[in-house]
C-alpha cells in the first residue's frame, strides 16, 4: 500500500526555534511535496523536490531517496509559521499526477 | 494568491440533494485535480482532468461526476448528498498531466465548505 507518515502530528514551539517536520514514504516516487495550510483553509505549495535540498527563505527542505525520508526545517519559527504543515507525494507506477497526503503536523509558535 | 479559483466558497444544503462545484485553473494549465478534505480522512486524491480528458480517478463516489469543459475550467458535480459529504473540497491545478514521473507544482485553490445538514 502507498503510505505517506509524518511526525510529529502536532508540535508546539517558541518563538525563535529551530522546527523540524519529518515525512517518510513506502515506495517509489518522482516527487515529494512540501503544502502549508493556513488556519483559514487556504493550501500553499511551499516545495517540490526530487532529490537533495531546496530552500526559500527560512524554510529548508530536504529528501533522502534512498532512505524514503523527506524532512521540513524552519529557521528562526515565528507565530506566522503556525500553520498545519503537509507531506505530499506522486508515487511512481501510474499515469497519475495525483497526490498522496500525509495527515499532516500542526505546529504553533508561541511568541 | 495562486491564480486557482473556485466558487462557491461555502455551500449549505441538504441530504439528497445535488450540487456544483466549480474551478478555474491557473492561466496556462491545463491539468486540474479534486480532491476532498474530511476531518476523519484528510486531503484526499478525487479525479483528475487533463486537457478536457479524464486522467485518473482516485477516491470518488459513483454519487460523484467531474468534468472539464474546452475553456479548462472544471465542475464536480455531487448528487444523493449524505452527511458524511461535508468537507472542505479543494481544486488544484499544474501545466503537465504529471505523466511518466513528470510532475510538477500543483496550484490550490480556496476551497470550497460543503456543509450537508
Known amino acids: 500500500k502507498n503510505e505517506v507518515e509524518q511526525s510529529p502530528q502536532n508540535l508546539t514551539a517558541q518563538e525563535g526555534e529551530f522546527i523540524t517536520i519529518n515525512c517518510s514514504y513506502s515506495v517509489g516516487i518522482s516527487a515529494l511535496h512540501w503544502l502549508q495550510q493556513h488556519p483559514g483553509g487556504g493550501i500553499v505549495s511551499l516545495f517540490m523536490?526530487?532529490?537533495g535540498k531546496k530552500k526559500h527563505g527560512r524554510l529548508i527542505a530536504t529528501i533522502n531517496i534512498q532512505e524514503k525520508h523527506s524532512s521540513l526545517h524552519i529557521t528562526a519559527s515565528h507565530p506566522r509559521d503556525s500553520a498545519v504543515y503537509i507531506c505530499a507525494v506522486n508515487f511512481f507506477g501510474g499515469s497519475q499526477g495525483n497526490l498522496i497526503f500525509g495527515k499532516g503536523t500542526k505546529l504553533s509558535v508561541k511568541p | 494568491d495562486s491564480g486557482v479559483t473556485q466558487t462557491p466558497k461555502h455551500l449549505i444544503t441538504a441530504t439528497g440533494q445535488r450540487v456544483t462545484l466549480r474551478c478555474s485553473p491557473r492561466s496556462g494549465d491545463l491539468s486540474v485535480y479534486w480532491y476532498q478534505q474530511s476531518l476523519d480522512q484528510g486531503l484526499q486524491f478525487l479525479i483528475q482532468y487533463y486537457n478536457g480528458e479524464e486522467r485518473a480517478k482516485g477516491n470518488i463516489l459513483e454519487r460523484f461526476s467531474a468534468q472539464q469543459f474546452p475553456d479548462l475550467h472544471s465542475e464536480l458535480n455531487l448528487s444523493s448528498l449524505e452527511l458524511g459529504d461535508s468537507a472542505l473540497y479543494f481544486c488544484a491545478s499544474s501545466v503537465s498531466p504529471g505523466a511518466g514521473g513528470l510532475t510538477d507544482t500543483q496550484y490550490f485553490g480556496p476551497g470550497t465548505r460543503l456543509t450537508v445538514l
Open positions: 523536490l526530487s532529490s
